[in-house]
């Protein structure tokens, strides 16, 4: 069964005549004769009684029509699909973003993007930055919010946020005796601390690596964890310092009496940014979605300050 097929016989069970579905269908009477004798060859069973008038459907045709019926409202719906994905008002965002930037991101962009895009479906998957560059460049996510360097020819870096990286220094480490909260800090002021580090394939984890190899650091490390929350909860409450952005530095470190130092004389050049490649079609649903992280992000920036 074909769909000019299906359409036919549709056509025919609903004006219970040849000649007046031939009218309808803007097609002659003989054509769409020779079609349902056609039809009724190759099942090999009459689908309309002809000896009636009007026409009725036989126990096959009766079959034949059901079919018929689901297969043109299946193909109605796969028009509709199409129409709307090509008018962008429908489609897949496969997004990357680290599973810390999940938790601030999702709950606050999510519910404006759904209102926006209802039909947009969303697979998320969360990896470390580096990790989601490379899945991005290989074509398995579509965008990727990731802290990078916007350093590779194949993708397309949008400015989301700045991040100043710094030292999160729980409240019973030396450095925070020592020091105010919020003063910029050298590295080597923390060179006898013990640390929490991240695994290898976060952000924060490439800047800290290059930051220790520049200054000959090997400090003590306690745990190394694939989870930023874990990471944090643990400098605070065991007496431990992390290299992280300031955005990490929320009322939860505040009530646990933890303290976050800026790193002096250190100029950041890992921030967050939407990344897309270039050589792919961007969506425009995929544009707003970059556009309302951006704007929420800022919003809430504001509202801290």
Do not use: W
């Not at 404006?112 to 947009?120: G, K, S």
């Not at 991005?136 to 020819?153: Q, Y």
């Not at 964890?225 to 874990?230: A, P, Y």
């Not at 002096?264 to 425009?284: I, M, S, T, W």
């Amino acid at each position: 069964m074909n769909l000019k097929q299906a359409q036919y016989v549709k056509t025919i069970a609903e004006c219970g005549s040849i000649t007046a579905a031939a009218k309808k269908l803007f097609v002659s009477q003989p054509s769409l004769s020779q079609m349902l004798r056609q039809l009724e060859q190759e099942t090999g069973l009459p689908i309309f009684d002809r000896s009636t008038s009007p026409m009725r459907l036989t126990y096959a045709g009766e079959k034949y029509l059901h079919a018929a019926e689901r297969i043109l409202a299946a193909n109605a719906e796969l028009e509709s699909q199409l129409r709307e994905i090509r008018q962008e008002h429908a489609g897949r965002l496969r997004l990357g973003i680290s599973i810390t930037r999940a938790m601030q991101v999702m709950p606050l962009v999510l519910p404006v993007f759904q209102q926006q895009y209802p039909n947009v479906t969303l697979d998320l998957t969360e990896k470390g930055s580096a990790n989601l560059e490379e899945l991005l460049r290989v074509g398995n996510i579509d965008l990727a919010l990731a802290a990078l360097e916007s350093t590779s020819p194949s993708l397309a870096y949008e400015l989301i946020e700045k991040e100043t990286i710094g030292i999160l220094a729980g409240r019973d480490t030396a450095v925070v005796r020592q020091y105010a909260p919020g003063t910029p800090l050298p590295l080597e002021a923390v060179r006898n601390e013990d640390f929490v580090y991240l695994t290898k394939g976060h952000s924060a984890r490439i800047t800290q690596d290059k930051l220790f190899r520049r200054f000959g650091l090997t400090p003590n490390v306690v745990l190394e964890t694939d989870s930023l929350e874990v990471g944090r909860r643990v400098a605070l409450e065991a007496g431990c310092c992390m290299i992280l952005p300031s955005i990490y530095f929320d009322d939860y470190c505040c009530q646990r009496r933890g303290a976050f130092y800026p790193l002096k004389d250190y100029e950041n050049h890992r921030h967050l940014y939407a990344c897309y490649r270039k050589d792919e079609f961007v969506p425009r649903y995929i544009r707003d979605f970059i556009q309302i992280t951006t704007q929420v992000l800022a919003k809430q920036q504001q509202e801290l300050t």
